[in-house]
């Protein structure tokens, strides 16, 4: 399955990295199927909200490939990511997940 849609509610996103543009390994800037657009990658630290015995779990580091510029987003603030998916990849004996969503957007408090 490809771009399986995620619900991120239970967790507290917060820019590791803020966003920059997409290169691959020649530097080569990644563009959105089919355009010249641009693609963008943003890292968040997801961390599970408490639970109600106070229990938070780990959390973890994800790159979030974004369809959209983002505009400005800093390193240290709490944001959304809108329409968040998942894929999993494989390729010459690896594997793993590949995250992207539609854009990102500060949480409002």
């Given at each position: ?19 920059s ?23 968040v630290?997801?961390?599970p ?12 580091e994800?790159?979030?490939t ?21 894929s ?8 793993g ?13």
């Open positions: 399955m490809r771009n399986i849609p995620v619900n991120l509610a239970g967790f507290k996103l917060r820019v590791v990295e803020e966003p543009i997409k290169t691959d390994q020649d530097g080569k800037v990644k563009t959105a199927y089919g355009t010249d657009d641009p693609l963008y990658v943003v890292a630290f997801a961390k909200l408490a639970t109600e015995d106070g229990y938070r779990g780990r959390g973890e994800l790159k979030v974004l369809a959209a510029n983002p505009g400005p987003v800093e390193e240290g603030e709490l944001v959304e990511l809108i329409a968040p998916t998942v999993h990849w494989e390729n010459e004996g690896r594997s997940l590949s995250w992207k969503a539609q854009g990102v957007k500060p949480v409002t408090r």
